[in-house]
């Protein structure tokens, strides 16, 4: 039995929601309302954020989301990720394509992709506030970095349980392994996705996942590409709306800032 924190609301087809690396599944409040009565919808806390826990030893967040899927029965889903999300999501459909009919990739991140000057500079700062012992700090760095001022208070309290729930779990005796890398990069196997796929990215996003939605544009098969005039990189907004054209793909798509993938 899965020891993931997560959350099964609605019935109809299964979409499954995969938060950012800044919130957790509590981001995605306002999708299940829109979404619940048409789709049976799942979302969960990833490792070492929310309600789930990051214990020793081997960590794979691909391994973990297959899982989840087996043990709710969930045979296929349209998958949503955000930023981490978003990478997790691509791993997971390039690891078990049978298992996601569609894919929906928000501000996503990718794992062997460079991080440019700004990425590298938020992360040192982020590293030094976690070494002196001031969270405050390290909560406020990533608000500013991620999260647009209207949605700041909201992300607050998801972004201080991440790093209190990993400061724990690094600093124990026995701490988490660092994940593994893939057998063959995501980056060079983009052109395998066989699923209809939306890449959602923010015009107010950093220069980092701009660049990263037009690869994925660009490289994933009939990719359809939406932006907002907004970040994207945060959970979804309630209020927001996204046309899609992917038929059962969620409708209900903006946001507001988030991680590297952290």
């Known amino acids: 039995m899965t020891d993931l924190h997560y959350d099964v609301t609605g019935s109809g087809p299964a979409v499954c929601l995969v938060h950012s690396g800044v919130t957790d599944s509590r981001a995605w409040d306002g999708q299940v309302v829109a979404l619940a009565p048409s789709y049976t919808v799942v979302r969960y806390d990833i490792r070492g954020f929310g309600g789930s826990p990051l214990p020793p030893g081997p960590l794979s967040h691909v391994k973990d989301l297959r899982e989840l899927l087996d ?20 791993e997971f459909a390039l690891e078990h394509p049978a ?20 990425m590298r500079n938020f992360a040192e700062a982020e590293d030094e506030a976690m070494e002196r012992g001031d969270l405050d700090a390290a909560v406020a760095l990533n608000l500013e970095m991620w999260a647009l001022p ?13 790093l209190e729930v990993q400061q724990a779990a690094y600093e124990s005796d026995s701490p988490p392994e660092p994940e593994p890398p893939l057998d063959r990069p995501a980056s060079s196997r983009l052109g395998e996705l066989g699923v209809p796929t939306l890449v959602v990215v923010g015009d107010r ?27 994207a990189s945060a959970e979804p907004r309630a209020s927001g709306r996204l046309r899609s054209p992917l038929a059962g793909v969620p409708q209900s798509m903006t946001a507001d800032g988030e991680p590297p993938g952290r």
């Open 71 to 90: 043990e709710l029965g969930v045979e296929a889903t349209t998958l949503v990720g955000n930023s981490f999300g978003g990478r997790i999501a691509l």
């Open 99 to 118: 298992r996601v009919t569609k894919l929906v990739l928000v501000a996503a991140a990718l794992r062997d992709y460079g991080w440019s000057d700004e």
């Open 150 to 162: 209207h949605v700041r208070e909201r992300v607050r309290p998801m972004a201080r349980t991440a």
């Open 205 to 231: 996003d950093v220069a980092h996942f701009q660049d990263l939605g037009k690869l994925f544009a660009r490289e994933i098969p009939g990719a359809s590409l939406g932006r907002r005039g907004c970040r």
